[in-house]
T-cell receptor, first 115, second 114 residues
Framework: GESVGLHLPTLSVQEGDNSIINCAYSNSASDYFIWYKQESGKGPQFIIDIRSNMDKRQGQRVTVLLNKTVKHLSLQIAATQPGDSAVYFCAENRDSGAGSYQLTFGKGTKLSVIP | KAGVTQTPRYLIKTRGQQVTLSCSPISGHRSVSWYQQTPGQGLQFLFEYFSETQRNKGNFPGRFSGRQFSNSRSEMNVSTLELGDSALYLC?????????????FGNGTRLTVT
């Protein structure tokens, strides 16, 4: 069935290194993708988004790459810091018709930063 | 600008009871969506409201319902609670129900059913 999934459930990274979190999606009709960060006890926090007409977008210390050929999305975090420790979710935004949309989330990757 | 506000933060109910959760979206946001988050199923879409109308609904039983008021505030209701309804319920708002408008989430209501 259609789903958004993650390759790795956990990721440990040394402080200062770069982190790469991967995501696979199966619905080629999805046209908008978002990465969220969720810290313990909080709701998901928007990090960065990308439209399907782009293959790369950069933010502050973060870069999202979209490969539509293999339906793959990745989030790169530069110079990972302890405050980056959290669960990261990718989500695809699919138009459900009549102008409404439904955000479908992956299962999440837990990023642990080793000091 | 204040973020999405959800009340209460925590709730404990017993099986068979009903519960109402409240959400105040970011000022100016007209779309409100609700999600259920559990360790086993992750984040699952419940429904979306826009201008007081339900625009989309996920695969949840009819015990789960919601509504949106003219000021965009939203409530969701779960009737005849079951143990499996224990979860974090998240509300999110966006400017418009469009495919390029990110959702902004509140910190959720933690519901425990005993």
């Amino acid at each position: 069935g259609e789903s958004v999934g993650l390759h790795l459930p956990t990721l440990s990274v040394q402080e200062g290194d770069n982190s790469i979190i991967n995501c696979a999606y199966s619905n080629s009709a999805s046209d908008y993708f978002i990465w969220y960060k969720q810290e313990s006890g909080k709701g998901p926090q928007f990090i960065i988004d990308i439209r399907s007409n782009m293959d790369k977008r950069q933010g502050q210390r973060v870069t999202v790459l979209l490969n539509k050929t293999v339906k793959h999305l990745s989030l790169q975090i530069a110079a990972t810091q302890p405050g980056d420790s959290a669960v990261y979710f990718c989500a695809e935004n699919r138009d459900s018709g009549a102008g409404s949309y439904q955000l479908t989330f992956g299962k999440g990757t837990k990023l642990s930063v080793i000091p | 600008k204040a973020g999405v506000t959800q009340t209460p933060r925590y709730l404990i109910k017993t099986r068979g009871q009903q519960v109402t959760l409240s959400c105040s979206p970011i000022s100016g946001h007209r779309s409100v969506s609700w999600y259920q988050q559990t360790p086993g199923q992750g984040l699952q879409f419940l429904f979306e409201y826009f201008s007081e109308t339900q625009r989309n609904k996920g695969n949840f039983p009819g015990r789960f319902s919601g509504r949106q008021f003219s000021n965009s505030r939203s409530e969701m209701n779960v009737s005849t609670l079951e143990l499996g309804d224990s979860a974090l319920y998240l509300c999110a708002s966006s400017l418009a129900s469009a495919s390029n408008s990110p959702l902004h989430f509140g910190n959720g209501t933690r519901l425990t059913v005993t």
